[in-house]
Antibody, heavy 119, light 107 residues
């Protein structure tokens, strides 16, 4: 089965670091871009950035560049999203999704990882 | 950054009615526009790409149209499972952006 499976929910304190994961299966993981999308509570979708696991080429949204780090390990078919110093405003659901170039859409989504940052 | 404006924010309709959702881009994205459906507690699902091409497994009642800056998602006859939030997304230019969403609710 073609799927993306994300790591479980996290509860962290402000200032802590965090790395969440997204593991692909059922397809050639290294040949498709993986994107990360944030959804604040009760709000819409925000594109954070994408990575090509084959060579780790990464593109960030200007809104998120410098705030998060996107990485991938093609040997284990996994992409990561990490923070070095969480803020309460990072509380959100984070989705990974497979990004297919031409037509440049997200055709396969993970189930989401809920990150809660609270003191 | 290309801004996508969706309207209306909320659409109140009854099952069986026709739904027409709009997505307007701040500059031309050609036909590089997609539509997604999101139900509560679920990840988004791709419905339409390249403005009018249905994704695999999407019922025929969903259709998309438009090009340039104005796009429409039409649901010809609403089924109970269609009540959800719908988002448009463009890749006419980087960065990728999403619209703010239209909630289709039961009247």
């Amino acid at each position: 089965e073609v799927q993306l499976v994300q790591s479980g929910a996290e509860v962290k304190k402000p200032g802590e670091s965090l790395k969440i994961s997204c593991k692909g299966s059922g397809y050639r993981f290294s040949r498709y871009w993986i994107g990360w999308v944030r959804q604040l509570p009760g709000k819409g979708l925000e594109w954070m950035g994408i990575i090509y696991p084959g060579d780790s080429d990464t593109k960030y949204s200007p809104s998120f560049e410098g705030q998060v780090t996107i990485s991938a390990d093609k040997s284990i078919d996994t992409a990561h999203l990490q923070w070095s110093g969480l803020k309460a405003s990072d509380t959100a659901m984070y989705y990974c999704a497979r990004f297919v170039g031409s037509p440049d859409t997200f055709d396969l989504w993970g189930q989401g990882t809920l990150v809660t940052v609270s003191s | 950054e290309i801004v996508l404006t969706q309207s209306p924010a909320t659409l109140s309709l009854s099952p069986g009615e026709r739904a027409t959702l709009s997505c307007r881009a701040s500059q031309s994205v050609s036909r590089s526009l997609a539509w997604y459906q999101q139900k509560p507690g679920q990840a988004p699902r791709l419905l339409i790409y390249d403005a009018s091409i249905s994704a695999t497994g999407i019922p025929a009642r969903f259709s998309g149209s438009g090009s340039g800056t104005d796009f429409t998602l039409t649901i010809s006859s609403l089924e109970p499972e269609d009540f959800a939030v719908y988002y448009c997304q463009q890749r006419g230019d980087w960065p990728v952006t999403f619209g703010g969403g239209t909630k289709v609710e039961i009247k």
